[in-house]
């Protein structure tokens, strides 16, 4: 149970502080696969499990949690060994509320991302409404975390009994007539040796070379074009199809000989492979993240002729320093693949986001180089 629940209270804050955008994404799918793991571990053992873990041995009517509050509030509430009735629903609600929270981000993680269990729900309403009721209970657990410390504290204090070190040794003072519990260590160690292999399965940073969780962030294969590769790649990287609308692409093609600023010389044969490719793959289909929120974002008829200049572009990179464009490493914004390793894809998964350190650039010392 101790190693249950500092492990829930750590993957808790983990979650709660990479949801918070993009970068940290694949740490937050972990944790919630993760505390999903717990859960179902504390639910087996609520039944499985020591006399004091058992639900059924602090199962109580809501109105004798009431009971029990007003009680406390004139202090003279009788203590109780393990649960009492208002902790008891705190417990309930703290684990149905973290399943709820975790079970909502696997939509979010398919509608939203096109990944997990949930990835043929991929639907742009669907996401928005998932999204929403993920970030609701995510902050209602949070609340209820803040309460549940509060009357550990509060209780602490009544009682002059040392809770939360209790929760750490696992010791108590009871009265006689106690009902015996005795350390289940093989549990304890079974518990650790399964959270031990995910975390090494996940690659969390103890694989070398291994990125973290990269697996769940891997897109589906794109169509592939030797005449695009070529022609495209020729001068610059060879941006897919899926970045822009058809009706984009088809305009860039019809205007080749005025390709900002540049003559492409391209034969009109070459010019009809090109546009059959890239209208038969465009953004206009929806097949990953980006091209479906680059659609979403344009007005109809709106036929942007840079990437950057679409609205989600600019919304996903305002916050990155100017200076960051002028590192020798990244070289401006069109050197998609300097900070996304999956650019050449076309996928351009956030957990395969990286800027890179200035300190990485061709010859300037690292400190202490």
Known sequence: MRVF?????????????????????????????????????????????????????FSYSLARGREYLIDTLKGNAAPYVGHNPAGSWAIYLLLGGVFLTSASGFFVFGAEEGHGPADSLASGLLGWLAKNIHNSLAWLMLALVAVHFGGVVFESYRLKEKLIPGMITGRKQVPAGTPD?????????????????????????????????????????????????????????????????????????????NHF???????????????DYATANSADLGITEASRKITAGLSPGETPLRITDTRY?????????????????????????????????????DARMEIPDADDEPGVASPGG
Request: with cysteine; aromatic share 14%.
């Open 181 to 257: 519990v005795s350390a289940r260590k093989g549990v304890a160690i079974l518990l650790l040796l399964v959270m031990a292999g995910f975390f090494l399965s996940a690659g969390i940073g103890l694989v070398p070379g291994k990125k973290a969780f990269e697996s769940q962030f891997e897109g589906q294969p794109l169509a592939t074009s030797e005449t695009w590769q070529t022609e495209c790649g020729a001068c610059h990287l060879a941006y897919h199809p899926v970045l822009l609308p058809a009706r984009s692409w088809i305009e860039l093609l019809h205007q080749q000989h």
């Open 313 to 349: 572009w600019r919304r996903k990179h305002d916050n990155i320093p100017p200076e960051v464009w002028q590192q020798s490493n990244v070289n401006g914004k069109a050197q998609c693949d300097a900070c996304h390793s999956d650019a050449g894809q076309g996928w351009f998964e």
């Open 5 to 57: 629940h500092w492990s829930l209270v750590l993957l808790f804050f983990t979650a709660w502080f990479t949801g918070t955008g993009d970068r940290w994404l694949d740490i937050h799918i972990f944790a919630g696969y993760a505390i999903l793991g717990l859960i179902v571990f504390r639910v087996l053992w609520g039944f499985l499990g020591t006399h004091f873990a058992r639900f059924r041995n």
């Open 261 to 275: 600023g540049e003559d492409l010389y391209l034969a009109d044969g070459t010019v009809k492979q090109l546009e």
